[in-house]
């Protein structure tokens, strides 16, 4: 096991805790950003480059037939094939907690499209569920099993906010344990079917999940209420003939009490756990390995990487798996750092290098590697996974994907969606309304340079002003790439002030001249 620390170039701000992993075809994604997407990248999913020992974020982008996928922090995930042997894969999104703190139900299902130098997209589905639909949690785990030419999801754990006839005002935000209970969801037919079982006593949450064929091993994990990280280790069997499903649970020997560990697959059969806390205020330094063959699990430890001082004698840590026996782990900077919320982060190889070009990993493994909320839990326990969101302008000019037209065959080469100018940034993918008067398509005005086009007014970096004038005064637009050419028509002529001459008054008042005492002597005797 090697230990490896990355630097964050010119975003460590942006790393906060909260996100969670993907891995498709060796590359790795991350989504669950602790705030609501920017308009630089709004799907919110972003690719994860760590060439160079560096970190940088590079956006991706959704299909058209793409439903809206919410910023989920916490959630339960999984990778979804048609069958144990496949290698076409999707992934399973479950629950969560949004930005505003609300618990999600939905269930989603996350595919890759198509995949070049400068754009991947992704389609996000949003799966319909009758029958008894898992209420609202986080911190819970999901699994797909195969049984009998059949595949079907098992969902287990986590937390959910206090019914609201139970709440308070000093309480009106705590969690409680969800029910030990364990959903089985069937995508082809979308029905869900809740199962109890005797062995099940004690909610858990932030647990380990990992599956092999029909069976769940399921181990560590945290219960509220009773503040304990019991060391049982379950195994739950799926049976999937042609009627109703069968459910059974095992309580085996052997297991380890952790909570907001990460789990991450070497091989067919082994995997690797690291991180997590064995009690309230002390983190597991210990590594262990898990074999899964046939029905039997072995946990033993092993040997573990040399820990830096900084990682020993930090009070809280979190990370992913990014696959492919690799973690992602962070830490928190310290507080005389620059940017307070910044963070130190470390790549854990548990391969060598001859085994990481090992072919694609087939069992399938579900992890919580998020941690306790801090809300819920105490001040160490908080170990959310750490997410990235995108602010403007924050991304490297050589980084930042720009659309290309040529990179999909499908779009249309005319309307709103073309490529005005050599400098236009609207995509259908990631648009979203700029002008007021806009809704859902983007504001266009005619350039009249030759026989005229249209192009983008955003584009144009036109402001709202100025575009309601030109769309109600009659008069010719250029754009930027044709102003130059007809400066004459878009440069208004200076106009000659006329001098505008007094108007003379219609009767000119003169000043009375006084008579003098001599004058009026004379006059007196005249008359007389």
């Known amino acids: 096991m090697s230990l490896q620390v990355v630097s964050a170039v010119s975003n460590s701000s942006l790393l906060q805790p909260g996100f969670s992993l993907l891995n498709f075809d060796g590359h790795v994604f991350f989504f669950g950003q602790k705030g609501w997407p920017k308009r630089s990248c709004p799907t919110g999913v972003f690719l994860l480059d760590t060439k160079q020992n560096e970190l940088k974020m590079k956006p991706a982008f959704f299909s058209k037939d793409s439903c809206y996928l919410p910023p989920l922090r916490y959630p339960a995930l999984s990778m979804l094939r048609g069958n144990a042997e496949s290698d076409e894969y999707q ?20 595919s890759l499209v198509s995949k070049n130098s400068k754009k991947i997209t992704f389609q996000c589905v949003e799966k319909d569920l009758a029958g008894d639909v898992p209420e609202a949690r986080y911190g819970h785990t999901i699994n797909v099993v195969h049984s009998r030419g059949k595949s079907m999801s098992v969902i287990f754990g986590g937390r959910a906010y206090t019914p609201l006839a139970q709440r308070t005002t000093e309480k009106w935000n705590s969690v409680v344990d969800c029910l030990p209970s364990v ?10 079917t809740s ?9 858990l949450s932030f647990h380990v999940s990992v599956a092999r064929n029909d069976t769940i091993y399921i181990l560590g994990g945290h219960s509220l209420q009773n503040n304990t990280r019991s060391p049982t280790l379950y195994r739950l069997k ?11 649970c095992t309580i085996l020997p052997g297991g380890i009490s952790v909570s907001s560990a990460i789990v991450t697959q070497t091989s067919d059969t082994e995997f690797v756990l690291v991180g997590g806390y064995q009690s309230d205020n002390q983190k597991r330094l210990v590594c262990n390995t898990i074999v899964l063959e046939d029905n039997k699990i072995e946990i033993v430890e092993r040997a573990s990487p040399d820990w830096t001082p900084d990682i020993k004698h930090c009070r809280m840590w979190f990370g992913s798996d990014m696959g492919k026996g690799s973690v992602l782990l962070g830490i928190p900077g310290a507080n005389k750092q620059l940017i307070s919320d910044a963070n130190y982060f470390y790549i854990l190889r548990c391969k060598g290098a001859e085994e990481d070009k090992e072919e694609e ?13 801090p809300g819920d839990s105490t001040p160490f326990e908080d170990s959310e996974e750490f997410c990235f969101s995108a602010e403007a302008n924050s991304f490297d000019v050589d980084d930042t994907d720009t659309y290309n037209e040529d990179d999909e065959e499908d779009e249309s080469e005319t309307g709103y969606w073309i490529t005005c100018s050599a400098s236009c940034n609207i995509d259908i993918n ?15 005005i005619l350039c009249s340079s030759g026989a005229g086009h249209w192009v983008h007014a955003q584009c144009m970096d036109l402001s709202e002003s100025m575009l309601l004038h030109l769309s109600e005064a009659n008069v010719k637009y250029f754009c930027n790439e044709h102003v130059d050419l007809n400066k004459g028509l878009q440069t208004p002529k200076k106009v000659v002030h006329l001098k505008k001459q007094p108007m003379k008054p219609l009767r000119k008042k003169t000043t ?4 003098t005492p001599a004058k009026k002597s004379f006059l007196r005797r005249l008359f007389e």
């Open 91 to 110: 992934y399973i999104i479950h629950g969560g907690k949004t930005p505003n703190n609300d618990l999600s139900d939905k269930i989603y299902i996350m």
């Open 183 to 192: 959903f089985l969801v069937d995508f082809e037919f979308g029905c869900c």
């Open 195 to 203: 199962y109890i079982l005797p062995e099940l006593q004690d909610g």
């Open 238 to 248: 799926v049976d999937l003939p042609l009627g109703s499903p069968a459910v059974t």
């Open 361 to 373: 990993l087939t069992a399938q493994t579900c992890s919580q590697t998020s941690s306790e909320d």
């Open 430 to 444: 990631t648009w979203v309304p700029f002008y007021s008067t806009e809704l859902n398509k983007p504001a266009m």
């Open 512 to 515: 009375m001249k006084l008579t």
